[in-house]
């Protein structure tokens, strides 16, 4: 059989296969309802005759002053529930961003608005996409729609066909990380649909567009709001609360049913586990929420940050070739809760390459090895055998010379460095050191200085004294009492 032409009726239209005349019909992703946009150029417009229109497609290229249908196209819900929908291309060129944060769009929120056939039981909702701080930044709703979404396997990730992207950009509602004049529009290329670009939020003219989110909310469906149920995702990939790896993030459904299933209270996530993680990964740690609450306002998470761990060490060891020994090494500070601070030693100059560090034990003392303080398993060793505040100050001369035996048992002064590690629990916990005193003996032995030749004095008023040193060697004052 051979079908020259299909004759359609002038009151009627071409349906796709996905497309629905009523908003109570969109259910599986994908799904599409037409919609008519009307306009003047520079303008927000007026959205209406959602799934009964019967005029012309905007241009994929699109127009400055639309009156024409385009594609709403359902790609998930948000963590309201609230299903959102994507215009299927730009349906307005020649609109700046400053135009369009004016009407209420650009921010989260959105603006409210009522589309003329819409049952009273549905509200919708108008806003931009997000399009990620910089190139980089893949955490952002263009990617995760239009870049990577397959729509539940009812198209190609990125078609041009489904998403006229090519050759026009589409302004999102974020700022760069690196200026706050300029704006984030993304597409517009031939043949890259991740295209990154930024203009200033001013910018009127053809190849920058409004290209507008949808959420749709039923009143009367979540009259009783659950308890928030929370997830980590660090990177792309989500654990469980017990901080099991579950795997890279999936569909916006499949992230609600592990959520639902396994999502849990705040109090009982694995906060240290999960903060190990995103530090040895070098990925950001975020805190994702399931609710089905009837506010448009998500729950706030306020975090209090208790700091890592930090070891500290100084920029240069400390010069001890003049010594015959050290009586006694002091510190004073200050620790209140769970914090905790310990000590090492070096004995080589720290100048010239990472120094051995060690520690005093009951048995004598121990090289605990080079420290890197960016390697947190090697943080840790420090936090494991360290000495304590009284375990250093508790050290005696005889001990301090069996650090330094040269394995003849004649101690070797040449270099000391102190390294400290501190800690908290608690963000209300202290961990202080106020200073740290060494005592030591000097080599050789001291004889008196003659006045005249080794050294002169004068009075700079009545109670400053200068002393100026004539030969070389070591001098030491001593002040005696009036």
């Known amino acids: 059989m051979n079908i020259d032409a299909i004759d359609i009726d002038y009151t009627g239209h071409i349906f796709h296969p996905r497309e629905k005349t009523d908003i109570k019909d969109i259910r599986a992703l994908g799904d599409r309802l037409r919609c008519r946009y009307t306009a003047v150029s520079n303008t927000f417009g007026v959205f209406s005759e959602l799934g009964i229109t019967r005029a012309t497609f905007i241009p994929s290229l699109s127009t400055a002053i639309p009156d024409g249908a385009f594609y709403w196209i359902y790609v998930g819900d948000d963590h309201l529930e609230r299903k959102v929908l994507v215009a299927d291309r730009n349906i307005q060129h020649s609109i700046s961003w400053d135009t369009l944060n004016s009407a209420g769009i650009v921010h989260d ?26 190139s980089t930044d893949k955490e952002n709703e263009w990617d995760q729609y239009i870049v990577n979404s397959s729509l539940n396997g009812t198209i190609i990730p990125g078609d041009n066909a489904v998403w006229n992207w090519s050759g026009i950009n589409s302004w999102t509602s974020t700022i760069p990380s690196n200026n706050s004049v300029d704006r984030v529009a993304r597409g517009g290329s031939t043949n890259d649909v991740s ?19 949808m959420m749709i909310s039923v009143s009367g469906e979540e009259e009783k709001p659950s308890t928030p149920k929370y997830i980590v995702q660090i990177g792309t990939d ?34 240290d586990i999960l903060h190990e993680v995103a530090k ?35 920029k240069a060891s400390i010069n001890i070739k003049s010594i015959s020994g050290i009586s006694s090494v002091k510190v004073t500070g200050n620790k209140t809760g769970e914090a905790d601070e310990r000590y090492v030693v070096a004995k080589t ?26 390697i947190s398993s090697e943080v840790n060793k420090v936090a494991q055998q360290g000495m304590t505040l009284e375990e250093l100050n508790a050290i005696t001369s005889a001990e301090w010379a069996q650090l330094f035996d040269d394995g003849n048992g004649i101690p070797k002064y040449e270099w ?65 009492p009036v």
């Not at 609360?241 to 992230?255: F, I, M, N, V, Y």
């Not at 050191?433 to 006045?451: P, Y």
Request: charge should be negative; charged fraction near 20%.
């Open 349 to 374: 100059n720290i100048e010239t390459g990472a120094p051995d560090w060690y520690v005093k034990t009951a048995t004598g003392w121990t090289n605990i090895g080079k420290i890197d303080h960016t």
């Open 280 to 314: 040895t990964v070098g990925k950001p740690l975020k805190v994702l929420c399931l609710t089905n609450g009837t506010t448009n306002t998500a729950p706030t998470l306020r975090a209090i940050q208790v700091p890592y761990a930090q070891f500290t060490t100084p």
């Open 195 to 213: 295209q990154f670009s930024l203009a200033p939020s001013s910018t009127i003219n053809t190849s920058k567009g409004f290209r507008p989110v």
């Open 109 to 134: 929120s959105g603006l409210p608005i009522k589309i003329n056939n819409v049952p009273e039981a549905f509200a919708t909702t108008i806003r931009l996409l997000t399009g990620g701080v910089s």
């Open 416 to 480: 000391i460095a102190f390294g400290y590690l501190q800690s908290q629990k608690s963000s209300t916990d202290i961990c202080e050191n106020d200073e740290l005193v060494m005592q030591v003996n000097m080599q050789g032995r001291w004889v008196k200085a003659i006045h005249g030749t080794d050294y002169n004095y004068e009075y700079d008023g009545v109670d400053k004294l200068q002393v100026h040193i004539l030969s070389d060697g070591d001098y030491k004052l001593n002040r005696v």
């Open 238 to 271: 989500i654990y469980l609360p017990d901080g099991t790896l579950q795997g890279a993030r999936g569909t916006d459904g499949e992230l609600k049913e592990l959520m639902e299933a396994n999502g849990a209270d705040l109090s009982v996530i694995s906060w």
